[in-house]
């Protein structure tokens, strides 16, 4: 948690170390020793980088991963980008190092925008709500500016089911598809029209699996359709059982103990005074975590935050609490490891996929220095995300080389 500054203090000594070794993935400075043993690691949040991929502060290995999206269809590992949820389940090798199995990429919502509102960081699809941060990754459109009501979006983030709406980590703009998702809660039933209510959209789910079973209010859902939602009404061709973060709600990642969980969501079920909540389907002990952002006392439920520490008897017992703050651009900062492949300037070139500016004058080099930015250099990255021409650029704070 709070990676930047431990990273910057490193750069400010020269150091770099972590540009000495490649790993599975292709990237640098990633595993300098994993096996097949190692501690059990779950990892659930929003990619912050590649070489091989950076979720809450972990870099693993995801040379021999199975990559999946949340219809279980198996995907490339290119098709991984900056912001997207994803879920991580393989081993430790330290504190900062591991090996994926496997990883689920999901996404929230997709469909078309019913509102934006810039002033207020939020946007509307499908009934539901979208809060942006400063840290939100835009694809396919600069940012919000850039989007129109009626643009399909696709969008990645932490899901607050009581308030049917999702703070982005990634808003990602498509080509309409005729491929229509979201998730939430369901607040109301109407089992005679086969309908249900989840934020402000009313589903019907007359030709599902849902259509013989009993959908209960409280009950979280992903729902596919083929048809755009007419009068505030979708007609679904699929409803599922989900958790928060998209998966099986049977998965929960806490079955073992010693098993060590990262997850970054939304805070649910506590009670004033009491150190024990949830975060999604994850029971949270937080008496003794060491709190970052905000603190224990402060803490109430739709905040979102980022927890760590070993599974016991079924609960996630945190060492470490970090409380988001939605308006501090630097309060998520990200990391490409790996060779430039495209380069135009300084202030244009690619890493992993992203576009880098290191035009900036206060940036820091480490084992080399601006000149020697060409392609094929091999570099570790360390910036903040802004906007660009075509989505967000990643504004390099420090840099540096090694093969």
Not at 168 to 185: C, H, Q, Y
Request: negative net charge.
């Amino acid at each position: 948690m709070n990676q930047r500054r431990a990273v910057l203090g490193r750069l400010g000594l020269g150091a770099l170390g972590l540009l000495t070794a490649s790993c599975g993935g292709g990237g640098v400075g990633a595993l300098a020793d994993v096996g097949s043993g190692g501690t059990g690691s779950t990892t659930i949040g929003p990619v912050s980088g590649f070489g091989s991929v950076i979720v809450n502060g972990l870099r693993y290995d995801d040379s021999a991963a199975v990559i999946t999206d949340d219809s279980g269809a198996t995907v490339a590992a290119s098709a991984l980008g900056l912001g997207m949820l994803v879920r991580v389940d393989g081993t430790l090798s330290d504190a900062s190092n591991g090996r994926a199995a496997t990883i689920r990429v999901t996404s929230q919502l997709l469909g078309p925008l019913s509102a934006i509102d810039l002033a207020a960081g939020t946007l509307a699809l499908l009934g539901q709500g979208v809060k942006l941060t400063a840290t939100t990754v835009f694809a396919g459109v600069a940012d919000a500016a850039g989007l129109v009501v009626g643009d399909t979006v696709e969008v990645w983030g932490a899901l607050d089911p009581a308030n049917a709406t999702v703070t982005a980590s990634r808003v990602e703009r498509k080509t309409a598809s005729g491929a229509f998702k979201l998730m939430g809660a369901v607040t109301a039933v109407n089992s005679g029209a086969r309908s249900c209510t989840i934020g402000a959209l009313t589903v019907r789910y007359a030709g599902t699996s849902f259509a013989t079973g009993a959908v209960e209010i409280g009950d979280l859902v992903r729902v596919r359709a083929v048809l755009a939602p007419a009068a505030g009404v979708l007609v679904a061709t699929e409803v599922e059982d989900v958790d928060a973060f998209g998966g099986d709600p049977g998965d929960a990642p806490t079955a073992k103990n010693g098993h060590q969980l990262g997850v970054e969501g939304v805070v649910s079920g506590r009670v004033t005074g009491s150190a024990l909540f949830r975060v999604g389907n994850v029971a949270v002990d937080a008496s003794g975590a060491v709190f970052s952002g905000g603190t224990l006392a402060a803490l109430a439920n739709g905040d979102r935050i980022e927890v760590s520490g070993p599974v016991t008897a079924g609960v996630l017992v945190a060492t470490q609490v970090e409380v988001k703050v939605d308006r501090d651009r630097e309060a998520q900062e990200f990391e490409l490891h790996g060779p430039i492949t495209r380069f135009t300037s300084r202030a244009s070139f690619v890493v992993r996929g992203v576009t880098v500016d290191a035009s900036g004058s206060s940036v820091v080099f480490g084992g080399g220095t601006a000149a020697d930015l060409k392609l094929g250099a091999v570099v570790e990255v360390h910036g903040l995300i802004e906007g660009g021409a075509n989505g967000s650029v990643l504004m390099a704070t420090a840099i540096g080389f090694g093969g």
